[in-house]
């Protein structure tokens, strides 16, 4: 498995903690910056990670900024994203199993560092369950086909 990662300066030391702990599973993993907690705007990171992650160069993409909501929203502009906002475990497993989620988004202000990495465990570890779901899904694509013009 390949995850693209990054974040603003607000996540820049949860991000560098979960590369740690990825690459020490033997996960490959891509940093897209930022490099430092200098003051950053997540656009562009959310925007790097996003358009690698929908041309299918990585599974799956990783963003943290502060809060995890900014870089999430600006992430979910990039047709093809479906970013998903987790600070528990449930909704990590729910958001792959029913959402086909392809980039979780966490907030290095408001969860810890041993939480966060659990989510990403299960974020990583849980795949999609179809059925029901893709119909959904597929209907998310209709209203980006519909209205990301
Ligand atoms: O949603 C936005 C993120 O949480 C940012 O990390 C946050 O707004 C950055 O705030 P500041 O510039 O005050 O560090």
């Given at each position: 498995m390949r995850i693209a990662i990054g974040s603003d300066h607000g996540g820049f030391n949860l991000k560098n903690d979960i590369i740690k702990h990825l690459e020490a599973k033997g996960i490959e993993v891509k940093d897209f910056g930022?490099?430092?907690?200098?003051?950053?705007?997540?656009?562009?990171?959310?925007?790097?990670?996003?358009?690698?992650v929908v041309a299918k160069n990585f599974e799956?993409?990783?963003?943290?900024c502060g809060t995890g909501i900014g870089?999430?929203?600006?992430?979910?502009?990039?047709?093809?994203v479906r970013a998903a906002l987790c600070s528990d475990t449930f909704s990590a497993h729910a958001c792959r199993e029913h959402n086909n989620a392809n980039i979780?988004?966490?907030?290095?202000?408001?969860?810890?560092k041993g939480l966060a990495l659990d989510i990403v465990d299960t974020f990583i570890s849980t795949n999609f369950e179809g059925g029901r779901h893709e119909r959904r899904v597929n209907q998310?694509?209709?209203?980006?086909?519909?209205?990301?013009?």
């Amino acid at each position: 498995m390949r995850i693209a990662i990054g974040s603003d300066h607000g996540g820049f030391n949860l991000k560098n903690d979960i590369i740690k702990h990825l690459e020490a599973k033997g996960i490959e993993v891509k940093d897209f910056g930022t490099d430092s907690t200098e003051s950053c705007d997540y656009p562009e990171f959310a925007e790097k990670v996003a358009k690698e992650v929908v041309a299918k160069n990585f599974e799956l993409g990783i963003l943290i900024c502060g809060t995890g909501i900014g870089i999430g929203i600006a992430a979910n502009k990039v047709p093809g994203v479906r970013a998903a906002l987790c600070s528990d475990t449930f909704s990590a497993h729910a958001c792959r199993e029913h959402n086909n989620a392809n980039i979780l988004t966490m907030g290095e202000r408001v969860v810890g560092k041993g939480l966060a990495l659990d989510i990403v465990d299960t974020f990583i570890s849980t795949n999609f369950e179809g059925g029901r779901h893709e119909r959904r899904v597929n209907q998310i694509s209709e209203l980006e086909n519909k209205y990301c013009k």
